[in-house]
Protein backbone atom coordinates (compact mmCIF):
# COMPACT_ATOMS: atom_id res chain seq x y z
CA UNK A 1 0.00 0.00 0.00
CA UNK A 2 1.54 3.13 -0.93
CA UNK A 3 2.00 5.40 2.47
CA UNK A 4 -0.43 8.39 2.74
CA UNK A 5 2.51 10.29 4.12
CA UNK A 6 2.10 13.83 3.39
CA UNK A 7 5.48 15.89 2.66
CA UNK A 8 5.72 18.52 4.65
CA UNK A 9 2.92 21.41 4.47
CA UNK A 10 3.42 24.20 6.74
CA UNK A 11 6.91 24.90 6.77
CA UNK A 12 8.45 28.27 4.32
CA UNK A 13 10.77 27.05 1.69
CA UNK A 14 11.45 30.54 0.30
CA UNK A 15 12.75 33.13 2.23
CA UNK A 16 10.46 35.24 4.16
CA UNK A 17 9.36 37.16 7.07
CA UNK A 18 8.59 37.82 10.39
CA UNK A 19 12.07 36.13 11.84
CA UNK A 20 11.51 35.34 15.00
CA UNK A 21 9.78 32.05 16.16
CA UNK A 22 7.86 32.42 19.63
CA UNK A 23 5.15 30.12 20.76
CA UNK A 24 4.26 28.23 17.77
CA UNK A 25 4.29 30.98 15.52
CA UNK A 26 6.68 33.76 13.43
CA UNK A 27 6.25 36.94 14.69
CA UNK A 28 8.49 40.34 15.11
CA UNK A 29 9.96 41.58 18.18
CA UNK A 30 7.41 44.13 19.35
CA UNK A 31 10.26 46.48 20.20
CA UNK A 32 13.47 45.92 17.65
CA UNK A 33 16.25 47.05 18.58
CA UNK A 34 17.61 47.94 14.98
CA UNK A 35 17.47 46.02 11.71
CA UNK A 36 20.02 44.19 10.76
CA UNK A 37 20.06 43.68 6.53
CA UNK A 38 21.73 39.88 6.06
CA UNK A 39 23.47 40.20 2.76
CA UNK A 40 23.45 36.62 0.30
CA UNK A 41 27.10 35.53 0.62
CA UNK A 42 26.57 34.31 -3.38
CA UNK A 43 25.91 37.39 -4.79
CA UNK A 44 26.42 40.32 -2.11
CA UNK A 45 23.16 41.28 -2.46
CA UNK A 46 20.45 41.82 0.58
CA UNK A 47 18.90 38.65 1.26
CA UNK A 48 16.84 39.87 4.30
CA UNK A 49 15.98 42.35 6.53
CA UNK A 50 15.38 41.20 10.02
CA UNK A 51 14.50 43.32 13.35
CA UNK A 52 16.68 42.68 16.01
CA UNK A 53 15.39 41.19 19.79
CA UNK A 54 15.56 43.41 22.30
CA UNK A 55 14.97 42.29 26.51
CA UNK A 56 11.47 42.31 26.45
CA UNK A 57 11.22 40.22 23.26
CA UNK A 58 13.52 37.43 24.58
CA UNK A 59 11.64 37.79 27.59
CA UNK A 60 8.85 37.11 25.75
CA UNK A 61 10.58 33.95 23.90
CA UNK A 62 11.65 32.48 27.35
CA UNK A 63 8.39 32.65 29.02
CA UNK A 64 6.80 30.83 26.66
CA UNK A 65 9.49 28.13 26.61
CA UNK A 66 8.90 28.46 30.63
CA UNK A 67 5.50 28.02 30.46
CA UNK A 68 5.37 24.38 28.40
CA UNK A 69 8.06 22.85 30.51
CA UNK A 70 5.95 21.54 32.89
CA UNK A 71 4.25 19.96 29.99
CA UNK A 72 6.94 18.69 27.85
CA UNK A 73 9.14 17.67 30.67
CA UNK A 74 6.26 15.42 32.11
CA UNK A 75 5.57 13.54 28.81
CA UNK A 76 7.05 10.28 28.46
CA UNK A 77 10.52 9.80 27.03
CA UNK A 78 9.07 8.05 24.19
CA UNK A 79 6.37 10.27 23.61
CA UNK A 80 9.54 13.11 23.29
CA UNK A 81 11.35 10.70 20.72
CA UNK A 82 8.37 9.75 18.66
CA UNK A 83 8.01 13.90 17.64
CA UNK A 84 11.73 14.42 17.13
CA UNK A 85 11.90 10.94 15.15
CA UNK A 86 8.73 12.45 12.76
CA UNK A 87 10.57 15.70 12.98
CA UNK A 88 13.60 13.82 11.01
CA UNK A 89 11.41 12.07 8.70
CA UNK A 90 10.27 15.86 7.87
CA UNK A 91 13.41 17.15 7.11
CA UNK A 92 14.62 13.67 4.94
CA UNK A 93 11.45 13.99 2.73
CA UNK A 94 12.71 17.92 2.27
CA UNK A 95 16.04 17.87 1.85
CA UNK A 96 16.43 19.54 -1.44
CA UNK A 97 14.64 22.35 -0.30
CA UNK A 98 15.82 22.72 3.26
CA UNK A 99 19.80 22.16 1.95
CA UNK A 100 18.75 25.32 -0.64
CA UNK A 101 17.37 27.51 1.71
CA UNK A 102 21.30 27.16 3.82
CA UNK A 103 22.72 27.35 0.57
CA UNK A 104 21.12 31.17 0.29
CA UNK A 105 21.94 31.60 3.83
CA UNK A 106 25.84 30.12 4.15
CA UNK A 107 26.98 30.59 0.29
CA UNK A 108 28.22 26.90 1.02
CA UNK A 109 27.96 24.34 -2.33
CA UNK A 110 24.75 22.30 -2.68
CA UNK A 111 26.26 19.47 -2.34
CA UNK A 112 27.58 20.18 1.12
CA UNK A 113 24.25 21.33 2.39
CA UNK A 114 22.81 18.30 1.40
CA UNK A 115 25.14 16.63 3.68
CA UNK A 116 24.84 19.35 6.48
CA UNK A 117 20.88 18.92 6.33
CA UNK A 118 20.88 15.26 6.26
CA UNK A 119 23.16 15.34 9.65
CA UNK A 120 20.50 16.94 11.01
CA UNK A 121 18.23 14.96 10.49
CA UNK A 122 20.23 11.76 11.94
CA UNK A 123 20.48 13.99 15.26
CA UNK A 124 16.72 14.19 15.63
CA UNK A 125 16.57 10.65 14.51
CA UNK A 126 19.16 9.72 17.06
CA UNK A 127 17.99 11.50 19.90
CA UNK A 128 14.36 10.81 19.34
CA UNK A 129 15.29 7.25 19.38
CA UNK A 130 17.28 6.95 22.48
CA UNK A 131 14.98 9.52 24.32
CA UNK A 132 12.86 6.41 25.85
CA UNK A 133 16.31 4.95 27.42
CA UNK A 134 17.33 8.57 29.39
CA UNK A 135 16.89 7.22 32.71
CA UNK A 136 17.82 7.27 35.93
CA UNK A 137 19.48 4.47 38.25
CA UNK A 138 18.48 2.32 41.07
CA UNK A 139 21.68 1.90 43.49
CA UNK A 140 21.30 -0.89 45.82
CA UNK A 141 23.23 -0.10 49.22
CA UNK A 142 23.88 -1.68 52.72
CA UNK A 143 21.21 -4.01 54.78
CA UNK A 144 18.07 -3.81 51.88
CA UNK A 145 18.44 0.31 51.95
CA UNK A 146 18.63 1.74 48.48
CA UNK A 147 19.48 4.72 46.44
CA UNK A 148 17.24 5.83 43.61
CA UNK A 149 19.01 8.35 40.93
CA UNK A 150 15.94 10.29 39.15
CA UNK A 151 17.27 12.00 35.81
CA UNK A 152 15.88 15.38 35.20
CA UNK A 153 16.01 18.24 32.26
CA UNK A 154 17.13 21.42 33.71
CA UNK A 155 14.41 23.29 31.96
CA UNK A 156 14.96 26.48 29.92
CA UNK A 157 17.86 26.20 27.77
CA UNK A 158 19.66 29.20 25.92
CA UNK A 159 21.36 28.27 22.42
CA UNK A 160 23.48 30.24 20.57
CA UNK A 161 24.79 29.40 17.43
CA UNK A 162 27.50 30.81 14.51
CA UNK A 163 27.13 30.83 10.63
CA UNK A 164 28.99 27.86 9.27
CA UNK A 165 26.68 25.56 9.88
CA UNK A 166 23.60 26.89 10.83
CA UNK A 167 21.07 24.24 11.16
CA UNK A 168 23.28 21.56 12.29
CA UNK A 169 25.00 23.81 14.69
CA UNK A 170 21.56 24.39 16.09
CA UNK A 171 20.20 20.80 15.92
CA UNK A 172 23.01 19.23 17.62
CA UNK A 173 21.91 21.30 20.25
CA UNK A 174 18.46 21.30 20.46
CA UNK A 175 17.52 17.06 19.56
CA UNK A 176 19.27 16.27 22.76
CA UNK A 177 18.13 19.37 24.78
CA UNK A 178 14.67 18.17 23.87
CA UNK A 179 14.68 14.31 24.23
CA UNK A 180 15.77 15.14 27.59
CA UNK A 181 13.02 17.21 28.20
CA UNK A 182 13.93 20.68 28.22
CA UNK A 183 12.75 23.35 26.60
CA UNK A 184 14.75 25.72 24.01
CA UNK A 185 15.41 29.26 23.16
CA UNK A 186 17.58 29.39 20.22
CA UNK A 187 19.60 32.70 18.81
CA UNK A 188 20.91 32.13 15.53
CA UNK A 189 24.11 33.92 14.10
CA UNK A 190 22.96 37.50 12.87
CA UNK A 191 24.53 36.37 9.11
CA UNK A 192 22.10 33.10 9.03
CA UNK A 193 18.60 33.58 10.46
CA UNK A 194 16.34 31.53 7.74
CA UNK A 195 16.88 27.84 8.91
CA UNK A 196 16.11 28.28 12.65
CA UNK A 197 12.89 29.22 12.03
CA UNK A 198 12.65 26.44 9.09
CA UNK A 199 13.46 24.00 12.05
CA UNK A 200 10.54 26.03 14.55
CA UNK A 201 7.82 24.98 11.66
CA UNK A 202 9.26 21.50 11.10
CA UNK A 203 8.94 20.76 15.08
CA UNK A 204 5.27 22.27 14.85
CA UNK A 205 4.28 19.53 12.15
CA UNK A 206 6.09 17.00 13.39
CA UNK A 207 3.42 17.17 16.88
CA UNK A 208 6.22 19.35 19.48
CA UNK A 209 3.85 21.84 21.56
CA UNK A 210 3.99 25.31 20.42
CA UNK A 211 6.60 27.00 22.99
CA UNK A 212 9.20 24.37 23.09
CA UNK A 213 11.61 25.59 20.57
CA UNK A 214 11.52 29.07 20.01
CA UNK A 215 13.84 31.51 18.12
CA UNK A 216 14.37 35.10 18.88
CA UNK A 217 17.37 36.82 16.48
CA UNK A 218 19.78 39.70 16.71
CA UNK A 219 23.43 40.34 17.51
CA UNK A 220 25.42 39.66 20.72
CA UNK A 221 23.34 42.41 22.31
CA UNK A 222 20.36 39.95 22.15
CA UNK A 223 22.78 36.97 22.90
CA UNK A 224 23.62 38.86 26.29
CA UNK A 225 19.81 39.30 26.78
CA UNK A 226 19.20 35.60 26.79
CA UNK A 227 22.53 34.56 28.80
CA UNK A 228 21.32 36.78 31.48
CA UNK A 229 18.14 35.95 31.97
CA UNK A 230 17.36 34.15 35.17
CA UNK A 231 14.80 31.73 33.62
CA UNK A 232 17.33 30.25 31.31
CA UNK A 233 19.38 27.36 33.24
CA UNK A 234 21.60 26.28 30.42
CA UNK A 235 23.59 28.13 28.04
CA UNK A 236 25.16 25.99 24.93
CA UNK A 237 26.98 28.39 22.57
CA UNK A 238 29.33 27.72 19.40
CA UNK A 239 31.24 30.66 17.80
CA UNK A 240 34.50 32.04 19.20
CA UNK A 241 36.42 31.81 21.72
CA UNK A 242 36.50 35.54 23.06
CA UNK A 243 32.44 35.15 23.10
CA UNK A 244 32.54 32.20 24.61
CA UNK A 245 34.25 33.64 27.53
CA UNK A 246 31.75 36.66 27.52
CA UNK A 247 29.23 33.40 27.76
CA UNK A 248 31.05 31.63 30.53
CA UNK A 249 30.73 34.51 32.59
CA UNK A 250 27.50 35.51 31.88
CA UNK A 251 27.02 31.78 33.10
CA UNK A 252 28.90 32.06 36.02
CA UNK A 253 27.19 35.27 37.28
CA UNK A 254 23.63 32.57 37.21
CA UNK A 255 25.93 29.78 38.52
CA UNK A 256 24.78 28.19 34.62
CA UNK A 257 25.82 25.08 33.50
CA UNK A 258 27.37 26.10 30.26
CA UNK A 259 28.65 23.91 26.61
CA UNK A 260 30.99 25.71 24.70
CA UNK A 261 31.99 24.78 21.37
CA UNK A 262 34.78 27.06 20.08
CA UNK A 263 37.62 27.54 17.69
CA UNK A 264 40.32 25.73 16.47
CA UNK A 265 43.72 25.44 14.74
CA UNK A 266 43.74 21.66 14.37
CA UNK A 267 47.07 20.08 13.14
CA UNK A 268 47.42 16.83 10.67
CA UNK A 269 50.53 14.32 10.92
CA UNK A 270 51.35 13.19 8.00
CA UNK A 271 53.98 10.21 8.19
CA UNK A 272 56.47 9.12 4.87
CA UNK A 273 54.40 5.62 4.78
CA UNK A 274 50.69 6.80 4.87
CA UNK A 275 48.74 6.36 1.74
CA UNK A 276 49.55 9.57 -0.53
CA UNK A 277 46.28 9.83 -2.30
CA UNK A 278 43.89 9.52 1.34
CA UNK A 279 46.54 12.21 2.76
CA UNK A 280 45.55 14.52 -0.29
CA UNK A 281 41.72 13.91 -0.22
CA UNK A 282 41.60 14.52 3.83
CA UNK A 283 43.76 17.50 3.52
CA UNK A 284 41.56 18.94 0.71
CA UNK A 285 38.58 18.31 3.17
CA UNK A 286 40.22 19.33 6.29
CA UNK A 287 41.22 23.28 4.55
CA UNK A 288 38.47 24.10 2.05
CA UNK A 289 35.53 22.39 3.24
CA UNK A 290 32.79 25.38 3.78
CA UNK A 291 35.53 27.83 2.03
CA UNK A 292 37.62 26.93 5.04
CA UNK A 293 34.74 27.71 7.67
CA UNK A 294 34.99 24.94 9.91
CA UNK A 295 36.21 24.72 13.11
CA UNK A 296 37.93 21.71 13.08
CA UNK A 297 39.71 21.91 10.14
CA UNK A 298 43.18 20.90 10.07
CA UNK A 299 45.22 23.99 8.71
CA UNK A 300 48.25 23.07 10.43
CA UNK A 301 49.60 20.21 7.93
CA UNK A 302 52.80 18.95 9.49
CA UNK A 303 54.44 16.47 6.64
CA UNK A 304 57.12 14.00 7.32
CA UNK A 305 60.34 15.53 5.14
CA UNK A 306 61.18 12.51 2.76
CA UNK A 307 57.54 12.70 0.99
CA UNK A 308 57.26 16.74 1.67
CA UNK A 309 57.79 17.95 -1.88
CA UNK A 310 55.91 14.52 -3.71
CA UNK A 311 53.01 15.87 -1.24
CA UNK A 312 53.09 19.57 -1.81
CA UNK A 313 52.88 19.12 -5.58
CA UNK A 314 50.00 16.08 -5.45
CA UNK A 315 47.83 18.55 -2.85
CA UNK A 316 48.56 21.94 -5.02
CA UNK A 317 47.06 20.05 -8.27
CA UNK A 318 44.62 18.69 -6.63
CA UNK A 319 43.48 22.16 -5.12
CA UNK A 320 44.03 23.68 -8.58
CA UNK A 321 41.37 21.34 -10.03
CA UNK A 322 38.76 22.71 -7.23
CA UNK A 323 35.90 24.31 -8.55
CA UNK A 324 35.07 27.40 -7.16
CA UNK A 325 31.49 29.20 -8.12
CA UNK A 326 27.44 29.64 -7.91
CA UNK A 327 26.89 27.71 -4.41
CA UNK A 328 23.81 26.24 -6.52
CA UNK A 329 25.79 24.71 -9.71
CA UNK A 330 25.88 20.87 -8.62
CA UNK A 331 29.94 21.00 -10.21
CA UNK A 332 30.94 23.36 -7.66
CA UNK A 333 32.76 22.47 -5.15
CA UNK A 334 34.19 25.67 -3.26
CA UNK A 335 31.29 28.32 -3.16
CA UNK A 336 31.26 31.85 -1.61
CA UNK A 337 32.97 33.25 1.99
CA UNK A 338 30.32 34.58 4.35
CA UNK A 339 30.70 38.18 3.96
CA UNK A 340 33.31 40.64 2.81
CA UNK A 341 34.67 41.31 5.79
CA UNK A 342 35.39 37.99 6.44
CA UNK A 343 37.00 37.79 3.44
CA UNK A 344 38.94 40.79 3.49
CA UNK A 345 40.62 39.26 7.03
CA UNK A 346 41.29 35.89 4.84
CA UNK A 347 43.20 37.77 2.56
CA UNK A 348 44.79 39.59 5.17
CA UNK A 349 46.17 36.68 6.92
CA UNK A 350 47.60 35.59 3.50
CA UNK A 351 49.35 38.97 3.43
CA UNK A 352 51.11 38.75 6.45
CA UNK A 353 52.34 34.84 6.28
CA UNK A 354 54.08 36.46 2.89
CA UNK A 355 55.60 39.07 4.55
CA UNK A 356 56.74 37.05 7.27
CA UNK A 357 58.46 34.81 4.74
CA UNK A 358 55.70 32.10 3.71
CA UNK A 359 55.61 31.48 -0.34
CA UNK A 360 51.88 30.88 -1.34
CA UNK A 361 51.61 27.93 -4.14
CA UNK A 362 48.49 28.45 -5.29
CA UNK A 363 45.04 30.55 -4.52
CA UNK A 364 44.68 33.22 -2.26
CA UNK A 365 42.76 35.38 -4.34
CA UNK A 366 39.43 36.92 -4.75
CA UNK A 367 37.65 35.47 -8.26
CA UNK A 368 34.45 36.04 -9.78
CA UNK A 369 34.49 39.93 -9.79
CA UNK A 370 32.82 39.99 -13.25
CA UNK A 371 29.24 38.88 -14.02
CA UNK A 372 25.94 38.17 -12.03
CA UNK A 373 27.95 36.69 -8.73
CA UNK A 374 29.82 39.58 -8.68
CA UNK A 375 29.11 40.90 -5.02
CA UNK A 376 29.95 37.68 -3.48
CA UNK A 377 33.12 37.26 -2.10
CA UNK A 378 34.68 33.93 -3.63
CA UNK A 379 38.33 33.27 -2.69
CA UNK A 380 40.82 30.69 -4.38
CA UNK A 381 41.52 28.02 -1.77
CA UNK A 382 45.30 28.97 -0.55
CA UNK A 383 48.56 26.70 -0.17
CA UNK A 384 51.39 27.78 1.59
CA UNK A 385 54.66 26.55 2.23
CA UNK A 386 58.16 28.02 4.08
CA UNK A 387 55.57 28.43 7.05
CA UNK A 388 57.16 28.49 10.71
CA UNK A 389 54.97 26.92 13.55
CA UNK A 390 55.35 30.99 15.09
CA UNK A 391 53.65 33.03 11.68
CA UNK A 392 50.60 34.74 12.53
CA UNK A 393 48.22 32.46 9.96
CA UNK A 394 49.94 29.18 11.62
CA UNK A 395 49.27 30.14 14.61
CA UNK A 396 45.74 32.20 14.99
CA UNK A 397 42.73 30.65 13.34
CA UNK A 398 41.94 31.76 10.01
CA UNK A 399 38.92 30.39 9.39
CA UNK A 400 39.12 30.41 5.52
CA UNK A 401 40.49 28.57 2.69
CA UNK A 402 44.35 28.37 3.67
CA UNK A 403 45.89 25.48 4.12
CA UNK A 404 49.54 26.26 5.53
CA UNK A 405 52.39 23.10 4.97
CA UNK A 406 55.16 22.45 7.51
CA UNK A 407 58.15 20.03 6.99
CA UNK A 408 59.12 17.59 10.05
CA UNK A 409 61.24 14.69 10.67
CA UNK A 410 60.63 12.53 13.85
CA UNK A 411 56.96 11.63 15.44
CA UNK A 412 58.16 13.08 18.61
CA UNK A 413 58.58 16.44 17.39
CA UNK A 414 55.37 16.65 15.19
CA UNK A 415 52.94 15.80 18.13
CA UNK A 416 55.41 18.68 20.04
CA UNK A 417 54.57 21.16 17.56
CA UNK A 418 51.02 19.60 16.72
CA UNK A 419 50.07 20.30 20.64
CA UNK A 420 51.76 23.99 20.94
CA UNK A 421 49.01 25.76 20.61
CA UNK A 422 45.77 27.07 23.10
CA UNK A 423 43.48 24.98 20.75
CA UNK A 424 42.51 21.70 20.93
CA UNK A 425 39.45 21.01 19.10
CA UNK A 426 40.28 18.09 16.86
CA UNK A 427 43.55 16.58 15.01
CA UNK A 428 44.57 13.72 12.96
CA UNK A 429 47.22 11.34 11.76
CA UNK A 430 47.88 9.41 8.59
CA UNK A 431 50.29 6.34 8.58
CA UNK A 432 49.80 2.96 7.65
CA UNK A 433 51.55 1.40 10.74
CA UNK A 434 48.62 0.74 13.58
CA UNK A 435 51.00 1.00 16.50
CA UNK A 436 51.98 4.32 15.56
CA UNK A 437 48.69 5.74 14.60
CA UNK A 438 47.22 4.78 17.77
CA UNK A 439 50.39 6.07 19.68
CA UNK A 440 50.35 9.88 17.97
CA UNK A 441 45.94 9.76 18.34
CA UNK A 442 45.86 9.43 21.64
CA UNK A 443 49.31 12.15 22.37
CA UNK A 444 47.43 14.26 20.42
CA UNK A 445 45.90 16.90 22.98
CA UNK A 446 42.19 17.32 21.42
CA UNK A 447 38.66 16.29 21.65
CA UNK A 448 38.36 14.66 18.18
CA UNK A 449 41.01 13.04 16.48
CA UNK A 450 41.08 10.86 13.33
CA UNK A 451 43.18 7.91 11.85
CA UNK A 452 43.57 7.73 8.14
CA UNK A 453 40.39 10.37 7.64
CA UNK A 454 39.04 13.66 8.62
CA UNK A 455 36.01 16.16 9.44
CA UNK A 456 33.58 12.83 9.67
CA UNK A 457 31.31 13.83 13.09
CA UNK A 458 28.36 10.98 13.12
CA UNK A 459 25.98 12.04 16.00
CA UNK A 460 26.72 8.78 17.78
CA UNK A 461 29.90 10.12 18.90
CA UNK A 462 30.66 13.12 21.30
CA UNK A 463 32.51 16.24 19.64
CA UNK A 464 33.86 18.66 21.66
CA UNK A 465 37.27 20.61 22.79
CA UNK A 466 40.27 20.41 24.90
CA UNK A 467 42.09 23.24 26.37
CA UNK A 468 40.55 26.61 24.76
CA UNK A 469 38.72 24.96 22.23
CA UNK A 470 35.24 24.17 24.63
CA UNK A 471 34.16 22.74 27.43
CA UNK A 472 31.41 20.10 27.46
CA UNK A 473 30.48 17.89 24.53
CA UNK A 474 28.08 17.57 21.88
CA UNK A 475 26.81 14.40 20.25
CA UNK A 476 26.83 10.79 21.44
CA UNK A 477 25.31 9.77 24.72
CA UNK A 478 27.32 11.71 26.57
CA UNK A 479 25.28 14.78 25.90
CA UNK A 480 22.60 13.30 27.83
CA UNK A 481 24.68 14.20 31.01
CA UNK A 482 25.07 17.91 29.75
CA UNK A 483 21.12 18.36 29.35
CA UNK A 484 20.05 16.64 32.57
CA UNK A 485 20.55 16.38 36.25
CA UNK A 486 20.38 14.32 38.72
CA UNK A 487 18.48 13.92 42.07
CA UNK A 488 19.59 11.23 44.65
CA UNK A 489 16.70 9.30 47.10
CA UNK A 490 18.08 7.69 49.35
CA UNK A 491 15.56 5.23 50.67
CA UNK A 492 16.66 3.80 54.15
CA UNK A 493 14.94 0.43 54.85
CA UNK A 494 16.17 0.12 58.69
CA UNK A 495 16.73 2.12 61.22
CA UNK A 496 18.62 5.22 61.80
CA UNK A 497 22.30 4.83 62.46
CA UNK A 498 23.95 8.07 64.34
CA UNK A 499 26.42 6.50 66.02
CA UNK A 500 27.24 7.78 69.16
CA UNK A 501 25.01 10.91 69.12
CA UNK A 502 21.84 8.66 70.52
CA UNK A 503 21.58 6.51 73.69
CA UNK A 504 18.23 4.43 74.53
N1 LIG B 1 33.49 23.98 18.05
C1 LIG B 1 32.46 24.04 17.24
O1 LIG B 1 31.61 23.17 17.22
C2 LIG B 1 32.32 25.20 16.29
C3 LIG B 1 32.96 26.40 16.52
N2 LIG B 1 32.81 27.46 15.67
C4 LIG B 1 33.56 28.69 15.89
O2 LIG B 1 32.75 29.83 15.69
C5 LIG B 1 33.54 30.93 15.24
C6 LIG B 1 32.89 31.56 14.03
O3 LIG B 1 31.58 31.92 14.31
P1 LIG B 1 31.12 33.42 14.61
O4 LIG B 1 29.66 33.46 14.39
O5 LIG B 1 31.99 34.37 13.86
O6 LIG B 1 31.44 33.54 16.16
P2 LIG B 1 31.06 34.72 17.18
O7 LIG B 1 31.68 34.32 18.47
O8 LIG B 1 31.39 36.03 16.61
O9 LIG B 1 29.47 34.67 17.28
C7 LIG B 1 28.79 33.49 17.68
C8 LIG B 1 27.41 33.86 18.18
O10 LIG B 1 27.51 34.58 19.41
C9 LIG B 1 26.68 35.74 19.36
N3 LIG B 1 27.25 36.72 20.29
C10 LIG B 1 28.13 37.72 20.03
N4 LIG B 1 28.45 38.37 21.16
C11 LIG B 1 27.76 37.77 22.16
C12 LIG B 1 27.68 37.97 23.58
N5 LIG B 1 28.38 38.92 24.20
N6 LIG B 1 26.88 37.16 24.30
C13 LIG B 1 26.18 36.17 23.71
N7 LIG B 1 26.22 35.94 22.37
C14 LIG B 1 27.00 36.72 21.61
C15 LIG B 1 26.70 36.11 17.89
O11 LIG B 1 25.62 36.97 17.58
C16 LIG B 1 26.60 34.74 17.23
O12 LIG B 1 25.27 34.28 17.23
C17 LIG B 1 34.89 30.34 14.91
O13 LIG B 1 35.81 30.64 15.93
C18 LIG B 1 34.62 28.86 14.86
O14 LIG B 1 35.75 28.08 15.10
C19 LIG B 1 32.00 27.37 14.58
C20 LIG B 1 31.34 26.20 14.31
C21 LIG B 1 31.48 25.02 15.12
Same mark, same amino acid.
Given at each position: MASSRIIARSFSRVVTSPWNYIAGKRCDPSEPTHTIKVTEPATGKVLCEVPASGQQEVSRAVAAAKQIYPKWSKLSGRERGQKLVEASRIIRENLEDISRLEVRDTGKPIWEARVDIASCADALEYYGGIAAAIVGQHVPLSGGSFAMVQREPLGVIGGIGAWNFPMQTCIWKVAPALACGNTFVYKPSQFTPITAVTLGEILQEAGVPDGVYNVVQGEGDTGVWLCGHPDVAKL?? /?GSVPTGVKVMTAGAKGIKAVTLELGGKSPIIIFEDADMKNAIKATLMANFLSQGQVCSNGTRVFVQRSIFKEFVKNLVEATKKLKIGDPFAEETTVGATIHGDHAKKVLDYISSAKDEGATVLCGGERIMQSGELAGGWYLSPAVLVDCRDDMKVVKEEVFGSVASVLEFDTEEEAVSRANDTDFGLAGAVFTKDIQRGHRVASAIEAGSVWINTFNLYP /????? =? =??????? =?????? /???????QTRTIYVEMGDVDCGPLYKD
Open positions: SF /T /TEVPF =G =GFKHSGV =GRENGL /TVIDYFT
